[in-house]
């Protein structure tokens, strides 16, 4: 799921101006797991952009306020979540945990940092959802130290069917601010991709292990 159009579309242009979001599809990028890609997703970018991250926080506050009111706790996961999580929260006026992806090896060994309640109802930022399976993760491990997960929200999604099969069987909702659909309406609109591309753009998100660019 997403937020509402207009937002969607406001951030997907805002991702694609700062080159947060690159799209290659006749030189396709190789992902660290081999996968060929005509998109390169960075949002760690947005924190270089005042404006840019202060539309991301207060879309996530708006959608937040409108979809969790009981929230009581953010959770960002670590790292990249991290920095959205902690500005959403500031302005939401909210406490902030963090989750890393697997405990410590020294000291107490916390996989969350900052103080989680037992019962606590907690909403989980994550920068990007791909396959769902880090930010799954990271909802179970706030889950299992005994927090309320309400939901996960994150800035973008590639929309991959298994990702909204594996939070479904994980029984997780969660929402993004923008999506791939929505980011090739928009480079479409702004002259970044030709019209003859969009078969093959759409095709990679239905199946990205076949494509080949």
């Known amino acids: ?7 969607a579309k406001q951030i997907a242009a ?17 992902w660290t797991s081999g996968m060929k890609s005509p998109i390169y997703c960075d949002n760690r970018l947005t924190m270089s952009y005042p404006e840019v991250r202060r539309l991301i926080c207060l879309s996530f ?16 996961t670590a790292t990249a979540g991290i920095p959205h999580a902690a500005w959403a929260a500031e302005q939401l006026n909210l406490p902030m945990i963090y989750v890393r992806s697997k405990p410590k090896g020294h000291g ?5 940092e900052g103080r989680l309640e037992p019962g606590a109802k907690v909403v989980v930022i994550e920068d990007l959802i791909s396959t769902g399976g880090s930010s799954i993760e990271a909802a179970r491990a706030v889950k ?31 929402e993004t601010l923008s999506n791939y659909t929505t980011l090739l309406e928009v480079a479409q609109e702004k002259g970044a991709i030709r019209p003859e ?7 990679w998100r239905k199946n990205p292990a076949a494509y080949k660019g």
Do not use: C, W
């Open 108 to 112: 107490k060994g916390n996989q969350i």
């Open 61 to 76: 506050a708006a959608l937040i306020k409108e979809r969790y009111p009981e929230t009581e706790v953010i959770a960002g």
């Open 1 to 7: 799921m997403q937020t509402n159009i207009d937002t």
């Open 197 to 203: 591309q969009l078969e093959a753009l759409h095709a």
């Open 144 to 174: 299992e130290a005994g927090g309320n997960v309400l939901g996960v929200l994150a800035i973008f999604s590639y929309q991959f069917p298994q990702a909204e099969q594996a939070f479904a069987e994980a029984g997780f909702p969660f």
């Open 14 to 30: 805002k991702l694609l101006e700062i080159d947060a979001v690159a799209l290659r599809p006749d030189a396709p990028f190789t």
